[in-house]
């Protein structure tokens, strides 16, 4: 396996694509204009956030579990610390349309975006979850992008920081609501996950699977419909208003109060024979979900 290229700061994926910037903290690379052939095989991470738009592929990109192009035109964000793989050859066209912003965490500091940056978990998901997008929107993230090029351009003064930061702002939240209208126009696909979601969860809690294992994970869910954790969450909180920790946890109540009901078990044999470590745990969250302590609700029914 090839090593891992690390890319500390905005300056190196500049000599990387072979483009300038005249900031330390942000780039916009135009795909188009640069010669950006990567071994295939190359391993890449970065200390900075990433985001891409293409409309041809270039190498490959694996990023989480599944092989990803860009020759449908769709966007892909790529939190700090995360691992690509390049595969592939570039396709050659004459209409080749491209471009990255790269934006460093520090470039944040001190704003209200680096308290909210944790809200666009899109950033978190895997490339095979990129958007696709319509040419409205096309244009309208470019044009947030061309106003962050144009500020590059400038000299650096007082204002300089906080209009970079606002228009990235202004992109991320272009890119929630467009993930937002994705989630609905893959409504079948959705409701198909939901069904396999629901479907693990009950079979999880019936079988042997919960004692020889402990309480199901997010990741779990997220590995078994071949979704990123992130991804899996916000499709789950889109479609039914819990995300996939709160359909964990439903079912485990919901097994919790069988339990309580229909035996005489101790509250900590309960929580034992539920996965939890420390039963206060498993007290506290059951009195979360319902308002009773388990010995309470035992009592009332």
């Known amino acids: 396996m090839e090593p891992i290229i690390h890319l500390k700061n905005i300056s190196q994926i500049n000599q990387f694509v072979k483009s300038k910037t005249n ?25 900075f956030y990433t985001i891409m ?20 035109g769709s966007l892909i964000c790529i939190a700090p610390k995360q691992v690509i793989t390049m595969d592939g050859e570039i ?10 912003l790269f934006f460093h965490p520090d470039i944040l500091r001190g704003t209200t975006l680096s308290s909210k940056m944790h809200e666009y978990t899109f950033f978190n998901y895997d490339t095979a979850e990129a958007l ?21 351009q400038e000299n650096i003064d007082n204002h300089s920081q ?42 999880y809690f019936k079988t042997d699977q919960l004692k020889e294992n402990g309480l199901p994970t997010v990741k779990y869910l997220a590995d078994n419909v071949h979704l990123s954790a992130s991804y899996l969450s916000d499709l789950l909180k889109k479609e039914t208003g819990m995300n996939a920790q709160d359909h964990i946890h439903y079912y485990l109540i ?8 229909g035996t005489q078990n101790s509250i900590s044999e309960i929580a034992y024979s539920l996965g939890f470590e420390y039963p206060q745990y498993f007290s506290k969250l059951f009195k979360q979900k319902t308002g009773h302590t388990p010995v309470a609700y035992r009592k009332l029914n």
């Open 91 to 100: 396709e050659n066209r004459e209409d080749m349309l491209g471009w990255g």
């Open 132 to 152: 696709h997008l319509s040419d409205k929107e096309k244009q309208i993230l470019f044009d947030c992008v061309q106003k962050i090029e144009f500020e590059l």
């Open 23 to 47: 900031h330390p903290l942000v780039s916009v690379v135009d795909f188009s204009k640069t010669d950006e052939y990567i071994e295939d095989g190359t391993r890449i991470s970065a200390d």
């Open 53 to 72: 738009f293409k409309n041809y592929c270039a190498n490959k990109l694996r990023y989480g579990r599944k092989n990803y192009d860009f020759q449908d």
């Open 254 to 261: 919901e097994e919790a109060k069988n339990i309580l009901l």
């Open 162 to 203: 906080n209009l970079i930061v606002t228009n990235i702002e202004l992109l991320l939240n272009y890119c929630a609501r467009y993930y937002g209208r994705q989630f609905i126009t893959r409504k079948n696909a959705n409701t198909n996950t939901v069904a396999q979601i629901e479907k693990l969860l009950t079979t």
